[in-house]
């Protein structure tokens, strides 16, 4: 079964830093570009950047609201994705998603929470 | 950044109606266009990518068309599972930007 599974979010203050991973099981992890996005709570959806295939440079990129402080990196050996977070601001509250490939694609995780807060 | 508007924002219906949500996009996004529904506490479910591809298990039920800016998204005969938030969004452009959401209550 294809699947991607979030972990680590949690209660963070401002200014903090928080990583999030992504762990993929049942399928080509390293052939596949990684997508996050984030949702307020009681909000919209919010793109917040990819990391493409080592196949097309394992690049990253990433929204203009988090470009700068939130960076996207993958260890192909694992089967994860991480978004690392920093200078945490109370706007960057959210469940934050990941989703396999930079275009529309039907796999997601099932979210994690993260609460910037003091 | 791309900007995309859905209408209606809220739409009431009732099993079995007809019913459509609009999505516009402040310019030319082509084809690039996916629809999601979501329910509370899920993660969003592609619906329709490329503007109107079905994605593979979703019912026939859902159809999407549309090109350049202006989008529809159509539920010919609602059933009760379809009640939810419904978003679009635009990947031609890097912000991959989202509607607003539109939420299809029963009525």
């Known amino acids: 079964e294809v699947q991607l599974v979030e972990s680590g979010g949690g209660l963070v203050k401002p200014g903090r830093s928080l990583s999030l991973s992504c762990t993929a099981s049942g399928f080509t992890f390293g052939d596949y570009a990684v997508s996050w996005f984030r949702q307020a709570p009681g909000k919209g959806l919010e793109w917040v950047g990819f990391i493409r295939s080592k196949a097309y440079g394992g690049t990253p990129q990433y929204a203009a609201s988090v470009k700068g402080r939130f960076t996207i990196s993958r260890d192909d050996s694992k089967g994860i994705a991480y978004l690392q977070m920093n200078s945490l601001k109370t706007e960057d509250t959210a469940v934050y998603y990941c989703s396999r490939r930079d275009i529309p694609d039907p796999c997601w995780g099932q979210g994690t929470l993260v609460t910037v807060s003091s | 950044d791309i900007q995309m508007t859905q209408s209606p924002s809220t739409l009431s219906a009732s099993v079995g109606d007809r019913v459509t949500i609009t999505c516009r996009a402040s310019q030319r996004i082509d084809g690039w266009l996916a629809w999601y529904q979501q329910k509370p506490g899920k993660a969003p479910k592609l619906l329709i990518y490329?503007?109107?591809s079905l994605e593979s298990g979703v019912p026939s039920r859902f159809s999407g068309s549309g090109s350049g800016t202006e989008f529809t998204l159509t539920i010919s005969s609602l059933q009760p599972d379809d009640f939810a938030v419904y978003y679009c969004?635009?990947?031609?452009?890097?912000?991959?930007?989202f509607g607003q959401g539109t939420k299809l209550e029963i009525k």
């Open positions: 490329d503007a109107s």
């Open positions: 969004q635009q990947y031609i452009a890097y912000g991959y930007t």
